[in-house]
DNA sequence: GCGCATCGCTTAATCGTTTTCGTATTATCA
DNA sequence: TGATAATACGAAAACGATTAAGCGATGCGC
């Protein structure tokens, strides 16, 4: 590991002049500068992170929060996205990435926040979590520079995704296909759905859409078989929807299974729309038509607001940045006006029909 | 951020004595050592890792390799669910994770060892590149413990999901459900493919199966376009094969659009098997029968083997470990013995039958 | 020729730890 | 009692960088 002692040494000058050229100070010689410069490549030298650290209070490293009970956020492909667009950001800003957690080997469980400071973090990205736990709270209030995905705090920078927007994207797209009688699946509990819940009866009112009680159904987020399960209860209602929203895209093809189930398809007989837009529901038949949440937009924008927070903490807005997402188009929601030659029908058409 | 020194004041002891009563060395009294234990936990006291890093070259914290061209395999099911594994391993152990890469906004784009080097990473892990790049064969002969994915170099750990036996056990199989015609369409040329598609040659040989050249195409992993074509190609053939065996599941559903499209019907008509088991392939009618590979086990080898290698660099072996996946039995492959009363048939009866 | 900036470099302190070596105190034992 | 050993603690150097302050040399205006 060569050192700036051994540059200095080698370019007979103080380990001060070496540190000013590498950082390119105004008060070195040009000649000198190179000289050192040209040694310090030739030696092979790179900074020792943790001295610079040390003096300067700065780790050029963000820490990521990215942890759920059962499995890690890394699995579910909304967050891993968002997470491969935030890393992308910051790197490209010389920062690194490492995530943030509890365990202690040597000295036992620590806080987040422990953990945060001991690692001397510029600042943090929340991006998954169980954001009731007193822990995550103590840790936004620790004083480091923080940007939260989909949650907001008192305080804190937030980055959202637009759920109210979407789900009345989303419902009114239904609605323009002729869809009239809508179910809605929502997830388990969150401030995230209750965004999309209650954007979802305020469009429903705008459209002049009566929902009845039935129609709204609850399955935990990205669950298929309790998906299965309420798909088949709406299936089974005297009067069953023409086309169901569910939480999410894995939820969706679990509605996908019990129509199959029930000898029904998608779209003939019944529409489904997801949320999230994951990469697999554009690669199965019949894509998924779903709200489309711009990961990578969400991402970057983490990821910039982070950078801004960390180095202009003065006049960087503390803020709630929302990010639109769009309905992408798959063709799991038919065409079902009057009369219409709808790609439903285009389909039996083709394929040629059977069942019911 | 209070700091040993404060400890010492606050204790009238000197901060040898704290640093020495902190790591719980032998030669402090243990009155002392209560006293000054309480103080820092009273104080909030945390030690700070730079410092510690600067002073001991060990830092806890390992690099993860995990950067494609054009994705990073954060968005790449196996390779997240690795991850995760990994993750976890590490984390218990009282080791953090930080992504490596090669930006330095400040001093220019700096190698991957410069940047492993600069960071102070007490071992890395290679997961997911471009293992043939130069710059990663520098790397690895950086000197740092390192353990790698999937891939082998000379003198260095590497951790392997068995391909060939995968293979192996695929292949037989499908022709234990009766399956002679037998396509494969491989994934682009790498150490991985390569294994699979010898494995794929050899078993066919075992198994007296002979498999025409026609049978064997390529298609880049998970690129369910190209897929897509392929199949259609087999299909095309004077005599279809009855069985497609896929680069993985992504691919596979390709192939599953493709047969759609012709109007068959998977496993019916033509049965079909992916490779690796990603989580939605489970959640799909009809599920996919796949390769499962073992993810979690996977990341946790590469951990412990790694943990191993910085903690205990005499003893530990430099080996290649190989981890077993097993044939994840869904209902995408058809059981077609003569007579046999199979799954396609029974299928058709209860849903009735249509095209073809 | 004198005062004063400017330039280019050095000295030395500092960040928060760890660790070696030394020393004062007490205990042990012949 | 005096020598020795064990115990408990402190002083100081070191890790590798940054940075404020200082200082000699040069150039310039008057």
Redesign the pocket.
Known sequence: ?V???DISAVC??????V??A??DQS??????KRRIRQAAEEMGYF??TA??M???NRSYNVGVLFNHEDYSGLTHDYYAFVLDSLKRTVEEKGYDITFINTYKARTGRTSYLEHCRSRGFDGIAIVCTDFYSPEILQLVMGGIPTVTLDHLFNNVCAVMSNNVKGMEDLLTYVYNKGHRKVAYIHGADSAVTQSRLASFYRTAGQLGLSIPDEYIRMSPYRDTKSAYRETMWLLNLKEPPTCILYPDDFSAFGGYNAIQARGLRVPDDISVAGYDGIRIARHIEPTLTTLRQDTAELGRRVGEKLINLIEHPKTTLIETIVVEGHVFEGNSVADIHEGAEDTAAKRRKHVGTDSI
């Open positions: 590991m050192s700036m002692k007979g000058v103080s380990v001060a002049t540190s000013k590498l950082n008060d070195i010689g040009k000649e000198t900074p020792n001295a610079k040390l003096k300067t």
